[in-house]
């Protein structure tokens, strides 16, 4: 879902981190951007948006250039890739116990049962905090994903052995450094976090620091 909402930003917080971001060449932009502010409640939002933008695109590059590939890293993204496919096999469990259901209805003549569509989908929950940020930041960037892009609906509709191999997805890039990844892909919910910066302004360090019941199965019945 990408989502419109905005907040006022914090001045101090946005100046503390381009003091030193790039060796402080953008210092100057937390007070052009507070004399560029618009007087219409409208454009504010729409300013608000460019500034928060910005400002996670630009903390995203410095905190993915300083993360460090360690062993302990790499065990919680593979801790979490491995959520993600529990995930998908209980969906594929749910949908195989709603098909029986549907059929033991339908051998009872209820002929209402009979066309259904189930849908699921891998959903962020409630708590969204991101360990040792600032809550202000996990807003953000829990605000600004593009979780429609993050999360894939599946459907009893679809073909479950095309799903599996549709939604994992080849290692690349530094992912190619854990052999597990590289023998058996990643997750599409894993990849998109990591490096789909057109949905995700999540830093790894960030994702490193997820715990896994942060995301959940949403489901939806239809006749």
Known sequence: MTTDLSRAPRWDTLRNFYR?????????????????MPQSRFEQELF???IHTEFLRDRQKMLNKNFRWTYANMKKLIALDQYFR????????TFEATKKDIAALSVQNHKWYREYELEAEICPANDWDIPGE????????????????????????EDQHERHKAYNVPAWKEIQLIDRFVNSGVTWELDALLYDSEASLYA???IVHMRPEQFEVRYKLSF
């Open 86 to 93: 529990e995930l998908h096999r209980s969906i594929a469990r």
């Open 204 to 206: 790894f360090k960030d």
């Open 134 to 157: 600032h809550e202000y930041i996990s807003d953000l960037l829990f605000w600004y994903a593009n979780w429609e892009s993050i999360n894939i609906c599946l459907s009893t509709n």
């Open 20 to 36: 030193d971001f790039d060796n402080g060449r953008k210092r100057g932009c937390v007070e052009k951007w507070k004399k560029e």
């Open 48 to 50: 608000e948006t460019k």
